[in-house]
């Protein structure tokens, strides 16, 4: 099973500031296809998963132009230009490529 | 406006059957392969099966393998998941969700005696 590991585990921050977030894998993304299949999701409090991003950079059409995806092969970085307060919760990255799909443990990210 | 709802979860005993639904709405539903993923209380997320568009495809976590089945009724705009022979680890959430990333609000499913 593709291993995905997400540093840093959490991340407190002030309105305003900038995010990071890795995703590595222990194997390449790269699907035969072309594509690679690297998504990140965020689950506020309590709520289900919100899709963020597809295929490593793409956002999904209601995501603010403030996140940010990158990366190729095994590793993979979401970005917030400057975090909002409805930005906390749990990012997680998980892979699509290879079977069985599998989760990051998630980043919490907490607003100061 | 896409929506996804789950239903059938619920308190059963462990060895018992129980089944999900997910009814879908606001896009083509027989367009998209579908998955399961649930999350344990307090843990991260994990996927439990897929399906292809037409059904004609399905994959499973080896956990689950030979106890789960994904199924879907694109008439119906609809999956699903019988699970069998229910364990006290396949206590979650359990979330529909498609390829193009909706989710729905997750149905809880508890297995105890």
């Known amino acids: 099973d593709v291993v995905m590991t997400q540093t840093p585990v959490s991340l407190s921050l002030a309105i305003g500031q900038p995010a990071s977030i890795s995703c590595k894998s222990s194997q390449s993304l790269l699907g035969t296809s072309g594509k690679t299949f690297l998504n990140w999701i965020l689950q506020r409090p309590g709520q289900s998963p919100k899709r963020l991003i597809y295929q490593v950079s793409k956002l999904y059409s209601e995501v603010p132009d403030r996140f940010s995806g990158s990366g190729s092969e095994t590793e993979f970085t979401l970005k917030i230009s400057r975090v909002e307060a409805e930005d906390l919760g749990v990012y997680y990255c998980w892979q699509g490529t290879h079977f069985p799909l599998t989760f990051g443990s998630g980043t919490k990210l907490e607003i100061k | 406006e896409v929506q996804l709802v789950e239903s059938g979860g619920g308190l059963v005993q462990p060895g018992r059957s129980l089944k999900l639904s997910c009814a879908a709405s606001?896009?083509?539903?027989?367009?998209?392969?579908m998955a399961w993923v649930r999350q344990a209380p307090t843990k991260g997320l994990e996927w439990v099966a897929s399906?292809?568009?037409?059904?004609?495809?399905?994959y499973y976590r080896d956990s689950v393998k030979g106890r789960f089945t994904i199924s879907r009724d694109n008439a119906k705009s609809s999956l699903y998941l019988q699970m069998d022979s229910l364990r006290s680890e396949d206590t979650a959430t359990y979330y529909c969700?498609?390829?193009?990333?909706?989710w729905g609000q997750g149905v809880m499913v508890t297995v105890s005696s």
């Open positions: 399906i292809s568009y037409d059904g004609g495809s399905t």
């Open positions: 606001g896009f083509t539903f027989s367009d998209y392969y």
């Open positions: 969700t498609t390829a193009v990333g909706y």
